[in-house]
């Protein structure tokens, strides 16, 4: 993720704006997703340690890693069960050291491994099973939320270190797979923010 955010910074000249996460919707599939990028940031700190007369003045720096953005699905009363089997980044807008730059992309796979359940309750239903249409008690509910973890900030502390600022990722995503009765899902998440957050002595 290092060599991905400082070639962003290098040598990309688009730029865009992010907007509200998405959803999926067809015949017998609708998915929701919301984002939580609160902890998505990497601090890195910075020690000034002042001269003497027998040293020069250190500078040393510290990063800290974040703790990533959590993505929560979660199927609609009345829709198929879904498998998330990955994700593309679609784009990227890296703004640091007053330069901003975008990354327009979609063709890098990353694997993940997410169910979702039916949009239907019932008693046997479980976060990795669904509710089967022979049970009586069978109703159209909201199925179980189902999170995944992506670290979208990796690189930015590293990246604060090179520039001395605080640097700013925003991502477009999305996430694809297909439902219990084989129908193509796509989910898009939009806007989502990382940070690299600068700390310490100026």
């Known amino acids: 993720m290092k ?16 907007s509200a996460p998405g959803q999926v919707s067809g015949s017998k599939v609708s998915v929701g997703v919301s984002v939580n990028d609160a902890r998505s940031v ?30 929560t699905f979660m199927t609609r009363p009345g829709s198929d069960a879904v498998y998330l089997r990955g994700y593309r980044i679609l784009s990227s807008t890296l703004s640091a050291g007053g330069t901003t730059v975008t990354r327009n992309t979609g063709s890098d796979v990353n694997k993940i491994d997410v169910y979702l359940t039916s949009g239907y309750s019932c008693p046997t239903r479980t976060a ?12 159209a509910a909201n199925g179980l939320p189902a999170s995944t973890s992506i670290y979208l900030e990796g690189g930015l502390g590293d990246l604060v270190v090179s520039t001395n600022a605080s640097a700013t990722l925003v991502t477009n995503i999305e996430f694809f797979g297909q439902s219990s009765n084989g129908q193509v899902v796509t989910v898009q998440a939009n806007g989502i923010v990382s940070a ?4 310490g002595d100026n």
Request: hydrophobic share 40%; net charge neutral; proline share 5%.
């Open 3 to 18: 060599k991905y955010a400082l070639l962003l910074l290098a040598g990309l000249t688009l730029s865009a704006c992010g």
């Open 42 to 71: 990497e601090v890195a700190t910075k020690t000034v340690t002042p001269a003497t007369e027998k040293d020069p003045a250190k500078v040393s720096w510290a990063v800290t890693p974040g703790s990533g953005v959590t993505f």
């Open 128 to 139: 990795l099973d669904s509710c089967s249409f022979s049970d009586g008690a069978t109703v």
């Open 196 to 199: 690299g957050s600068k700390q």
